[in-house]
């Protein structure tokens, strides 16, 4: 009897050819964008100058006012955003599934998502501070383009591998297209729906920074004045002012995953059944 | 009381073109007593049962069920049909994060306006219903937990309080019992014969265990290959019967 050559772990000639390819383009590429050693090194000088100008960070009386205003209107604009794109994001979500929709629904809702995903928020800001002019409602309407992109793709992906056993059993009572949906999709996708949104928040907080650079609204237009007039301690006073922002943003959104995924039945929600007896399964949340 | 009797005729169902897995079933069953179906897997029993409640299209024939043809239904006409039709699954099916109270309320969906069943408005009475089916089945404390805290037998038996709910006037079960241990198969079948029997439902079920199935029915059609090849009294059911039905004997005591 012929035995087969035996060898455990056969060698991935294919994959081993690509690693080496992609580490030799890496190599080609810094060299082509003068991406070496010696260039950080001369940077290095101009970067010292630029941190101690920042010490001590600015924060004086009008200062102050300056970034309470920008930074009230930053929160505005991201929490407003996220209220309309999670409205807006939860129809195109459900009719995006392929699983729920037929093809003649789902095809344009995806060209939808598509077309919200594939631009910088900071390129749809510019675009809507063409259309609208300068201020918060151009940063909110590229905002709530963001969201609509993010929540919706990840809700009909969401919804995609929910198990269609529950969904054919409230089909076989009878039920009605929109019961099966609150009765038997909802319920299996409503937890990771709200994870996205609380994600899209934290997101939308930290864009909303960023929008008023180009001219619409919030925190944002203030830092790029001060960059722009070397008014480096003031810069320094608006980042801190920001990082305090995201920080109170993440403890925000910990509390809303508290409150809403760990009484996850939508019953509870509408504060029915409170006495819910919850299987804690936190990890199949995120 | 209305007719509760099932005609099928013809029936024929092919999942890919020209491979048929129904070939052709005729059937009468009767508006009362438990019918056991058994085979092979494979052999079309699930399509069969799934057919009646259209959760499987049908390619032809027709199953006819108090004056209608359920092959040929469509939209509001069939959801109005599946609210006289029970179900219970092998695997229970229920929705794993509502309450157990939830998921038995679901067999009255049918009834609901979307608005409604959103916010939970379900009529006083049948929540009285709910709670006592709850009762009946044994689970009168459970109302408020959630479906996926539950045992196997326990969520056999919201099942099937689910199905009797929809105040069925047939219910249809695919190997209920298939997925529990043996003790617990018993209670389950006694429970559904005890609740159908009270409620004059009829009962048609899937099942693997001959044993389990000749204790508790009044008839077994027996199938193999798309095709009734048994039809009879539990009694009349043979050795070569069941070598007809599922092949070889050496598995036969």
């Keep these: ?286 | 009381m209305t007719d509760r009797s099932l005609k099928i005729r013809g029936l024929v169902k092919e999942y890919k073109r020209g491979v048929p897995v129904l070939k052709g079933i005729d059937l009468d069953i009767a508006g009362d007593g438990i019918t056991a179906i058994i085979g092979p897997s494979g052999t079309g029993k699930s399509t069969l049962i799934r057919c009646i409640n259209r959760l499987v299209e049908p390619t032809s024939g027709q199953i006819l069920f108090q004056g209608m043809d359920l092959a040929q239904l469509k939209g509001a006409e069939l959801r109005a049909a599946r609210r006289r039709i029970g179900m219970v699954f092998q695997e229970y099916n229920l929705v794993e994060r509502l309450t157990v109270m939830e998921n038995v309320l679901t067999g009255r969906l049918g009834y609901m306006t979307a608005f409604k069943a959103w916010l939970r408005k379900f009529p006083p009475s049948d929540i009285e219903e709910a709670y006592s089916l709850l009762d009946t089945v044994g689970l009168a404390n459970f109302a408020n937990q959630r479906a996926d805290s539950l045992s196997g037998g326990q969520r056999q038996r919201v099942g099937i309080a689910r199905a009797v709910m929809q105040h069925p006037e047939i219910l249809l079960a695919d190997e209920p019992t298939s997925s529990l241990d043996p003790k617990t198969s018993v209670e389950i079948m006694e429970l559904m014969a005890d609740l159908a029997g009270k409620r004059n439902i009829p009962v048609v079920v899937n099942i693997h265990n001959v044993e389990l199935a000749k204790r508790f029915c009044g008839r077994m059609i027996g199938m193999t290959g798309g095709k009734v090849v048994f039809d009879g009294d539990p009694s009349a059911l043979t050795d070569a019967n069941l070598k007809e039905i599922y092949g070889g004997e050496n598995w036969i005591e």
């Design chain 1, 1 to 286: 009897m012929t035995t087969l050559p035996r060898n455990p772990f056969p060698v991935n000639w294919p994959a081993r050819f690509g690693w080496l390819a992609l580490a030799a383009y890496v190599v080609w590429a810094a060299a082509q964008l003068d991406f070496t050693w010696s260039r950080f090194v001369s940077g290095l000088d101009n970067a010292q100058r630029f941190l101690s100008r920042m010490f001590p960070p600015n924060f004086s009386g009008d200062k102050w006012e300056m970034i309470v205003k920008g930074l009230t209107e930053s929160l505005e604009i991201a929490i407003i955003a996220s209220a309309i794109g999670i409205i807006i994001a939860l129809p195109i979500g459900l009719m995006s599934a392929r699983n729920l929709s037929p093809v003649w629904i789902s095809w344009p809702a995806r060209l939808v998502i598509a077309l919200c995903r594939s631009f910088h928020p900071v390129i749809v800001a510019i675009i809507f501070v063409k259309a609208v002019g300068f201020g918060a409602i151009a940063g909110i309407g590229a905002l709530v383009i963001a969201s609509i992109g993010f929540i919706s793709k990840l809700f009909a992906e969401a919804i995609e591998e929910i198990s269609l056993k529950q969904v054919e059993a409230v089909r076989a009572s009878g039920a009605s297209f929109f019961n099966v949906l609150t009765y038997g999709v909802l319920p299996q996708v409503f937890g990771r729906f709200l994870g996205f949104c609380t994600y899209q928040l934290d997101s939308n907080l930290r864009n909303s920074t960023m929008v008023g650079i180009v001219g619409a609204g919030g925190v944002g237009g203030t830092l790029f004045a001060a960059f722009q007039r070397f008014d480096y301690d003031f810069v320094l006073a608006i980042l801190i002012s920001i990082i305090s922002l995201i920080f109170a943003g993440e403890i925000l959104s910990n509390i809303l995953r508290a409150v809403f995924l760990d009484n996850k039945t939508i019953s509870g929600w509408f504060g029915k059944g409170t006495s819910t007896t919850t299987v804690a399964k936190r990890g199949e949340e995120e």
